[in-house]
């Protein structure tokens, strides 16, 4: 005999209060839950947001908005309907995971959203069919829904109430996303790109006839607004593993499309050190990185080193913006390409000559300025980094630190999946286990140990402290003075204020 056990910490307690007040609106028979919230309980996994379709959806949203907590945001009109979102700040589930065996986080801290938008005016199964994916076009009554997160119904139950018109159910079991029509792209070109995320997501393959479609149309990325691009790339690139979708999206044509700039990266043979033409590398440089942070312990084997990294890609949007550098940091070299007598090929500050085409390539997808700063920064620093890393004296690998901060993890990060991507070529096999072993985790030991507890303690003189002791004006020179205290104190120069202060006056001095 089926026993009622209530599943109500499915969901934030507010988005269940939403749905009971749904519940008992007058147009409630009509109400379903749709998409991705229907695949996610299905699949058992966690349900970070749910979309409710009902008749009047605009008038019922502000209704209930006036009796619940929570925000509620108009979202604007989506294929003719306006979109009218809940957000709640009471919990929900962690999407991506990073780094299992050092920083494995489940049920961490994060919004939760509820989408309450208006049926299609011919009922649930004309609203179904214009969706975008198969596992994504299946629904549930509103109120048998609430009855099986009340105990009420089993799960075989809840099946059973399933609108599902396109064998949704029969491709979620067999991990198969599939459109459910010819013309999903043209509907919305966008598709072009949730399908990797979404595959990336939920470990499914792509049916041969969703890839065809991709091909046939994936020159309408071009008319996508930038900013929903990068939304759909950053969610995919902060998942892991999703080096070896984004090769399969260069292999539909995707990405040249999308960045023409990379375009002349294939054939684009490299020869010395390299088995791969610029194209293949590029994409093998991703999947390298994301090798090294999948295994940290094996690189960096401190727990406080792999903790440092692991801070620093989960920050923002760092990791994201980190693969996307390891995509585009050779992007320069078609453009400085030259082979010698002897045949060998060159590529003379090719870094600096993919600067100009990254930022155009930041201002295409709307980054913020923080993100299309780390992306040049990435862009044009990769090699410096391997020389800094491999080859500098403490005492640059200390300025090198100091100059970029933090940021320089992501450089060391992309320097190791650069050298490890041409393993493969025979490069020097102890040159490489030094550099990756050895070389790699010393100059990480330097920001551990050395510019990290300098940079983050209180500075021996400020700039207040500058203007007033030495009746300075505000301005460049002060901070000028500023960075030549924190250099003296990295390099064992100085270490207490007095001694700041005499530093000071010799520089002013030495510029009479």
């Known amino acids: 005999m089926f026993m009622p056990e209530k599943r109500n910490n499915i969901l934030p307690p507010t988005a269940l209060l939403v749905l009971n007040k749904l519940s008992c609106n007058e147009n409630a028979n009509n109400a379903y839950v749709v998409g991705g919230g229907v695949r996610d309980l299905l699949l058992g996994k966690g349900i970070y ?4 379709v009902i008749p009047d959806a605009g008038k019922v949203a502000e209704q209930i908005a006036k009796e619940v907590p929570g925000t509620l945001v108009t979202m604007g009109e989506t294929k003719g309907k306006v979109n009218n979102r809940f957000v709640f700040s009471d919990g929900g589930y962690e999407r991506f995971q990073l780094g299992e065996k050092s920083f494995n986080k489940t049920n961490i801290y994060k919004h939760f959203w509820l989408d309450v938008a208006e049926i299609d005016s011919e009922g649930i199964k004309q609203d179904l069919k214009k969706r975008d994916f198969t596992v994504n076009s299946m629904a549930l009554p509103l109120k048998t829904f609430i009855s099986y997160l009340d105990g ?13 018109c396109f064998n949704g159910k029969k491709d979620l079991y067999n991990k198969v996303l599939r459109e459910v029509s010819n013309n999903i792209i043209i509907k919305d070109p966008l598709r072009l790109w949730r399908v990797w995320r979404q595959a990336a997501e939920l470990d499914f393959t792509i049916a041969s006839s969703l890839l065809n479609i991709i091909i046939r149309d994936s020159h309408l990325c071009k008319e996508l607004p930038g900013e929903r691009v990068r939304s759909e790339l950053v969610a995919l690139l902060s998942l892991p593993g999703a080096g070896e979708w984004l090769v399969k999206a260069g292999n539909t044509g995707l990405v040249e499309s999308q960045f023409p700039a990379m375009a002349s990266l294939k054939d684009c043979e490299q020869g010395g050190y390299h088995f791969q033409d610029a194209w293949e590398h590029s994409f093998q440089v991703v999947v390298e990185l994301e090798n090294i942070i999948a295994e940290l312990d094996e690189f960096f084997p401190s727990e406080k080193q792999q903790q440092i990294l692991l801070e620093w890609l989960n920050e923002g949007t760092n990791l994201a913006i980190l693969k996307l550098a390891a995509l585009f940091h050779d992007i320069g070299k078609p453009l400085v390409k030259e082979q010698d007598e002897n045949g060998k090929i060159r590529f003379f500050n090719h870094e600096k000559a993919g600067l100009t085409l990254v930022e155009n390539i930041s201002e295409s997808l709307r980054l913020s300025r923080r993100e299309a700063d780390l992306l040049s920064l990435m862009v044009s620093r990769h090699l410096q980094v391997q020389d800094i890393v491999s080859r500098a004296a403490r005492r640059n690998q200390l300025k090198f630190w100091h100059l ?10 992309l320097g190791c999946a650069d050298r490890l991507s041409k393993a493969a070529a025979g490069i020097n096999a102890d040159y490489l286990q030094k550099f990756i072993y050895q070389h790699s985790p010393e100059f990480l030991k330097v920001w551990a140990e050395e510019v990290s507890p300098v940079l983050k303690a209180k500075p021996l003189l400020n700039g207040r402290d500058i203007m007033r002791e030495f ?3 505000q301005g460049e020179q002060v901070g000028k003075l500023k960075e030549a205290i924190v250099e003296a104190q990295l390099e064992g120069k100085i270490s207490n204020r007095q001694e700041a202060l005499d530093l000071v006056t010799k520089l002013l001095q030495n510029n009479e």
């Open 404 to 413: 970029h901060g933090e940021d320089a993890i992501g450089l060391l990060l």
């Open 152 to 164: 009420e119904l089993s799960l075989e139950q809840l099946r059973g109430s399933l609108v599902d």
């Open 49 to 52: 947001d749910l979309d409710i």
């Open 471 to 473: 009746s300075l004006p």
